[in-house]
């Protein structure tokens, strides 16, 4: 058990990097953040922030001799620079590594017994066309690594525009995956410790647009709940099979055949921002009770439910009527500019008790 009043080192200094930092504070812990930004969000919270790129292994070094243990915000990271950490990176480099490579990751998710949707690797065009005649349309490209709220993603809903779409991602490696046809989007969010107990939330329904996530709401509607077991069995078959120190979200298309997994996130989630206000513990503080050893909090709902919504670029302007509506619990990033697409804050409503 790493006892309150150690550090703990928080490699990314974005939005989950300052929420993980607040609830560290609260139990007691020291954070600091590492990350090559001038300003990050993480920072302004933390008691020592190292500014460095992510794969300078002689600032790694010095960092980790600094920390009692360490954790990551988000997977798009050079694996071997942080290998240096050894056992005190929790989750480890397993689940970073699995994560942050589509390829890698649905496959090593089918090898768990997850369902996922039809897919080819693709490294040329030729592959893509392949891919098309095999798999069908609609067909969605998605590059390997370095992708996210939909970026690196195109669609091919005929096959003369495969190479349109090829382009499209930069010509990377990508994966060509097979259009789902599904009733809504959820998240399992789980928490695990190091001798195999864990911790499951209620699930939020989620709802995207253009990529981004704009709302999540608990409880879940009918039709996804009727999933919700399956799709905890499978969530927990892969942080077990990864060996996961902390909290690891795996996110679900509700389909006709059953729960279909779209990605895994390994670490805290946007999806699970409602927990701070909804849940008797929070995401955030849970994975630090995780990686630190101490006990799992209760995961139950306050209240009778809870709906997030995403503060996008500009919708951050509204910040006044927000803090002035009774009941709504706001949380402003500290991102300076407001740029479209770009996650500012977000909003949480809870719901009485039926």
């Not at 795996?250 to 921002?273: C, K, T």
Request: net charge negative.
């Amino acid at each position: 058990m790493i006892e309150p009043g150690s550090t703990i080192g928080i490699i990314g200094g974005g939005q989950l990097g300052r929420m993980l930092s607040v609830a560290a504070a609260q139990l007691g812990y020291r954070c600091h953040i590492f990350d090559p930004h001038e300003r990050p969000p993480a920072a302004d919270v933390s008691a020592a922030f190292t500014r460095a790129a992510f794969d300078d292994r002689a600032a790694l070094d010095r960092f980790a001799a600094d920390v009692d243990v360490a954790t990551y915000e988000f997977e798009n990271l050079a694996v071997a620079p942080l290998e240096g950490l050894g056992d005190k990176l929790r989750p480890g480099t397993k689940s970073l590594a699995v994560a942050q490579d589509r390829a890698t990751e649905k496959d090593f998710l089918e090898r768990c017994g997850a369902r996922v949707a039809p897919w080819r690797a693709v490294a040329t065009l030729a592959d893509v066309d392949a891919a098309v005649a095999e798999l069908g349309v609609p067909i969605v490209l998605k590059t390997r690594r370095y992708g996210y709220d939909g970026k690196g993603q195109a669609w091919i809903h005929s096959p003369d525009e495969a190479r349109t779409a090829w382009q499209a991602i930069g010509e990377e490696p990508a994966v060509a995956e097979a259009g789902v046809a599904f009733d809504a989007e959820y998240s399992v969010i789980i928490a695990r410790w190091a001798d195999g107990r864990h911790a499951i939330w209620d699930s939020s329904e989620n709802v995207h647009r253009e990529g981004v996530l704009r709302t999540s709401t608990v409880p879940c509607g009918a039709f996804v709940a009727g999933q919700i077991d399956e799709a905890r069995s499978a969530a927990q078959r892969i942080a077990e099979a990864l060996g996961h120190i902390g909290v690891l979200t795996v996110e679900f298309f509700a389909g006709a055949d059953g729960p279909v997994v779209n990605e895994i996130a390994p670490r805290v989630h946007n999806s699970g921002h409602w927990t701070i206000e909804g849940a008797v513990t929070s995401q955030f503080e849970q994975h630090i009770r995780a990686i630190c050893g101490l006990p799992p909090g209760s995961t139950d709902l306050v209240s009778g439910g809870a709906a997030m919504d995403n503060l996008i670029g500009d919708d951050l302007d509204r910040w006044p009527e927000l803090v002035a509506e009774p009941g709504a619990h706001v949380h402003i990033y500290g991102k300076g500019e407001a740029r479209p697409g770009r996650k500012m804050g977000h909003v949480t409503r809870l719901s009485r008790r039926a």
